[in-house]
């Protein structure tokens, strides 16, 4: 099955630096590759995702790259704010079953001010 | 906008008891999963449901576990009987399609402490 590793397992960074989180995966099928931000107590959040057959897509601040060939895609924060910070995970749909996320052990963001 | 909601919020019980915890998906969903989170770990995917029938589970989902769509809104996972490694977050999702065309959507989550 996949396996999804994620890096850094936190992450702190100054208010309008950016902040990188990077992910590998296992599955050279897999296809599908959401982000999602939980804050405490709450449940993730979709932020943005990728389909394999693009190499980047941005949303405002947010932006993922796949680079399907090395089988990894990352997260890239542009000028992050105090209220990004939240434990970030990505995640790969299972391609057997296309419908199975296998997440990331995910990333604490703390955006310092 | 719509959201998948969850009921409880947090549930407490004696080990050895069953649990039921409530979702229910956005409305015109029609893929439906349950997950789990122990505290500081991954989200971990449970079960998958589509059509009134299990699409996937994982080693976790023993017979233990079992959802439901008792009706046209609910979504249920049961646990029969609890053990202390149970307690965890159980997040609801659900989805409009499947694979690649099917954002999952979650839930607040179940905080279930088995004492």
Redesign the interface.
């Known amino acids: 099955g996949e396996n999804v590793e994620q890096h850094p397992s936190t992450l702190s960074v100054q208010e309008g630096d950016s902040a990188v989180i990077k992910c590998t995966y296992s599955d050279s099928a897999s296809?599908?590759f959401?982000w999602?931000k939980q804050e405490l107590g709450?449940?993730?959040?979709?932020i943005i995702?990728i389909?394999?057959n693009v190499g980047e897509k941005k949303d405002q601040r947010i932006a993922v790259t796949l680079n399907k060939t090395a089988k990894h895609f990352s997260l890239h924060i542009t000028e992050t704010q105090p209220e990004d910070s939240a434990v970030y995970?990505c995640?790969a749909?299972?391609?057997g079953?296309?419908?199975?996320?296998?997440?990331?052990?995910?990333t604490r963001l703390q955006v310092t001010l | 906008e719509p959201e998948?909601t969850q009921t409880p919020s947090h549930q407490v019980t004696q080990m050895g008891q069953e649990v039921i915890l409530r979702c229910v998906p956005i409305s015109n969903h029609l893929?439906f999963?349950w997950?789990r989170q122990i505290l500081g770990?991954?989200?971990?995917?449970l079960v998958?449901f589509?059509n009134n029938e299990i699409?996937?589970k994982?080693e976790i989902f023993d017979d233990q576990f079992s959802v439901e769509r008792p009706d046209g809104s609910n979504f249920t996972l049961k646990i029969r009987s609890t053990k202390l490694e149970d307690s965890a977050m159980y997040?609801c999702a659900s989805s409009e399609n499947?694979?690649?065309g099917?954002?999952?959507?979650?839930?607040?989550?179940t905080r279930l402490t088995v004492l």
């Open positions: 296809n599908y959401p999602y709450k449940g993730p959040q979709l995702d389909r394999s995970f995640a749909i299972d391609t079953t296309a419908s199975k996320l296998t997440f990331g052990t995910g | 998948v893929y999963y997950y770990q991954k989200v971990e995917f998958s589509y699409s996937e994982s997040f499947r694979g690649a099917g954002e999952q959507f979650f839930g607040p989550g």
